[in-house]
Structure formats: C-alpha cells, structure tokens
C-alpha cells in the first residue's frame, strides 16, 4: 500500500469515530404518501447503504447501512397516479381552482415545516450521498430561498395579470393556468434543490404531482412527506417508489401524464417520452447530459483559469451537470497550466463528509470508481497519462482525482460525460479546434473562456452562444443564480428553468374574453365585484 493510499484508507472511521452531532440511526421508511394518505407498507423495502465506509474491530471495512424505503409496484404507482388525476379533476378540483394567494399560503406553510427538519435533511443528504456538511447545508438553505424567490416571482406575475386588456373591441384578461398531472423525478447529486426546483413551481401553478425519488437520495424526502400530506389538499402531491422500469413505464403509457420533468439523461427521457401515447399533449421539461467545456487561451491568467477550473471540475467530486468536464489548453501554456492545476488538487482536503473544510468525498454509485477506472485504462491505452500522483486510486467508496493529458477524439473521455473526479484535458494550437469540438458535440448546455484579450473573447462569444446556452468569461460553468435561466441545448436540455421561467414552464397562458358591449361589461364588473371568480378578477396581492 503506497502512502497516498495509507491517507484515503485512513480517513473511513470506525463507528465511535463519528461525531456524535452526525450519529445516525437507520431510517425505515414504511409509508408513502398517495392521495392525502400516509398509506403503510408491509411489502418488499429497498435497503440504503452509504459511501461512508466503517472500519470493524477486524480491520475490514463495510458500507454503513442507514435505512430502508418501500419497493413500490405497478400497482401501487398507478393509484398514485389515479389520486394525482382524482385532485386535478379535470381543472375543477380544489387545488386547480384555488386562488393564488391560497396556494401561496400553503405553500409558506410547507416551507416553515421544511425548517423544522433541517437538521435531519442535512444529516441524511451528508450520509446518502456523501456530499460534505458545508454542501449539504448550503442546498438545503438555497432550496428554501429558491421557494421564497419563486413565491416572490408568481406574485409578481399574478400583479401584472390583475388588470383587463381591451385590444380591438375585446376586452380580455390573461392569467396562467396549470396543465394537470406531473411525473417529477429529480437527480442524485441535488435530490433536494434539483428536485424542487421542478416539484415547487409545478405545484404553485395548480397542478397535482407524482414525484418519484432519486435512486441515491431517496430517505432524504420522508421527513417533507407529512408537511405535503399537512399543507396540501389531497392528492396533490403523491410518491411513488421501486424500480424506475417497472413503476414509470406504465404511467406514461396511460396517456394521463401532461407533464414530464426529469433531471437525468437523455437516453432515459427519450425512452420515456416515446411511451406517451399522445406526444403532443405532453409537454417536457427536462435537464440532460452536458460535457461542458473549458478553454484556456493563449493570453488567459493562468492562476485564475486554474481557480477556477478546480472548482468547475472538482466541486462535489465533478458530480455536476455543470461540471467542466474537459479543458482545453493552447499547447504553448499547458505544461504551465498542468502543473499549476496538479499542485492546487494536491491541496484540496479529502476525508469524510462532516469533516471542516474536505473537498473530495466518497462517491455514492457503487459502480462509478469502475466505470472512471475503465476510462482512465481507455485514455491510456489511446495515448494519455495520468499526471497527477496518485491520479485515479481508490480506496472504497473513495476515487482520487485524475488529471488525463494529452487526451484526443479516440478516447472515451473525449466524449462520455464522466460525471466524476476524471479531468480530462486537450491541447490545441488553433483555437477553431475547440470550437468544432462543441459544433460536433451532441451537448449544449455551457462553456467557459479564459483570456484577457477582449477581442478574441467577443469573436468568441458570438458562435458560442449559438451552440450552447451560457457563455462564462473567465468563470466556472454554474447554475445560479436562480433568476438567470438555466437549460441548454441539443441533447442538454429541455425547456428553461430559473425562478420565472419555472412558473411558466408548468402553466400557459389562458385568456377570459369578451366583445366590448354593455350587458358584457355588467358580466365582468359583477364577476370582479362579487369575486365569484378567481380567474377573472382584479385583486392585487401584496
């Protein structure tokens, strides 16, 4: 065992090594929520283990067990399904008719709820997945402000909807209405703020929700289930469990789906869309696969292009759609770069997720230190080394980062979306190089330039733009903030997502129209007068 292999081993505790504020014990999830019920379940159960591996009194080392959750079947995905159509009803059940402020007073209700569990989100987001307690708090505490934005956000459009139009001897009033039944599955790297940021405009909107977990990041969820049950009407918002292939197919071959929203990839939505028997009544919205890039010019600042490119590609392990997945580097500054970028990895802190300050933590997929094992055994094959000491041990759960170069088109890194701890890096002498690579790409959601000649950044910019949705100078790839829109192009994404763009998203615009007569007039005024109607109506909320 070398040394670097001595310190990964060293860092997975044994039991009583876990501080006691991050003790915890084994969550047997035995209800899930369908139709107002909390209905208990005595079926099979899916056991979690986590990335934190333990060390026992013989030396070996075991994946940490921390609960259980139902394994749900056909049937039980299609009652959920029947309870989300039952609240919907059409567009005449209660939560689609429901004033806007109403659902805006259920919705700060939920959020006070969320607060309360805190704690208990945070710990099983550090244990599930292994990202460290500063990440975890920090996506708790920006999915809780994302809330309160978008409340903020669909107040604000509610304003603007609130007077009547009169165009042409018409006199209208245009609001947003929900679509029906949304199937919401949310990633594994954010379950809580990728999830939500589908889950909490689709329901504001008046629509009525079947959200199924993430594989990894399942248990976080049962400590919100009783504030949905509480908070909402019944049936709005209902989970299914299981295996994703047995539970969703027949969902979607109802027809009864109007909206599908997933953060995942695009082979699985594809397939999924495929299945809808009536694809022009299904809209999508969804967040793919991304193989975001990174350019380093000629004139860059080197440290800062290093900074940077650290965080893009090393934040939560690279397990980002945003990550910066492959640099490029013009040839004249790469060894420069290379060896900057190796000493700044050198110093990010690696060990267990409550730990101060740690950087790299074990990965959750079981399968992922293979699959990034096989890739680096790829690019070695087709020309590429491993630069960095140590690149590419793994100990456990834990798979040391990797910087590859000189990587080219025949590797499998070139092109495949690692979603892990594996930098991949090219050198080009023309920057049209880089360029083509991301026309060719089948991604396009971001990339980011480093330079400082603003010249070249500008005839940059202007191709870019048209190949992938955000353009970042001399700046990591990212999402936020939540008010920029966030989607991306080709095979990346569908559909926009930001704070507004949510709202929209999960609704279209209605219109209630009248011709300009008198006895059409005294309709509407005694609608607006006697607020018999939340639709047509003129309240302002403040």
Known sequence: MNNLQEKITAIFPTADQIPDAYQIQPVHQKEYLVGGEMRQWTGKT????????????DGKFESKYIGSFPITDTAEAMEALDA?????DSGRGEWPTMSVTERITCMENF????????????????????????????EFDRTVEYIYDTIDCLKDIDRASSRFKIEQGIIGQIRRSPFG??????PFNYPLNETYTTLIPAILMGNTILFKPPKHGTLLHYPMLQAFKECFPKGVVNTIYGRGANVVPPIMQSGKINILTLIGSSKVANDLKKMHPKLNRLRAVLGLDAKNAGIVLKNADVELAVKECILGSLSFNGQRCTAIK??????????????????????LKFGMPWEAGVNLTP???????????????????????????????????????????????KMKVYEEEQFGPLIPVVPFDDVEEPIQYLIDSSHGQQVSIFG????QIAN?????????????????????????????RKDSAEGTLSVEDALRAFSIRTVVATKETADNKQIFNEIVEDHSSHFLSTKYIF
């Open 84 to 88: 989300a159509v039952k609240a919907f």
């Open 363 to 409: 990965l959750p997929e079981p399968n992922k230190p293979a699959y990034l094992t096989e890739c680096i055994e790829d690019a070695k094959a087709n020309g590429a080394e491993v630069i960095n000491e140590g690149g590419g041990t793994v100990v456990n759960s834990f798979f040391y980062p990797a910087v590859l170069y000189p990587v080219n088109n």
């Open 181 to 186: 039944v949304v199937l919401c599955m949310g």
């Open 111 to 138: 959020v006070k709820k969320m607060l309360a569990k805190k704690t208990e989100i945070v710990n099983l987001l550090m244990f599930e997945i292994g990202k460290s307690l500063a990440d975890s708090i920090k």
């Open 326 to 347: 492959i640099i490029w580097v013009h040839r004249s500054i790469a060894k420069k770069f290379l060896n900057r970028f190796t000493e700044e990895l050198e110093k």
């Open 46 to 57: 899916q056991d979690v283990y986590s990335p934190v591996y333990i060390k026992g009194a």
């Open 460 to 488: 940059l910019i202007d191709p870019l733009v048209n190949q992938v949705s955000r353009v970042n100078i001399n700046a990591q790839c990212q999402r936020g903030p939540d008010t920029f829109p966030f989607t991306g």
């Open 452 to 455: 400082t000649n603003s010249h």
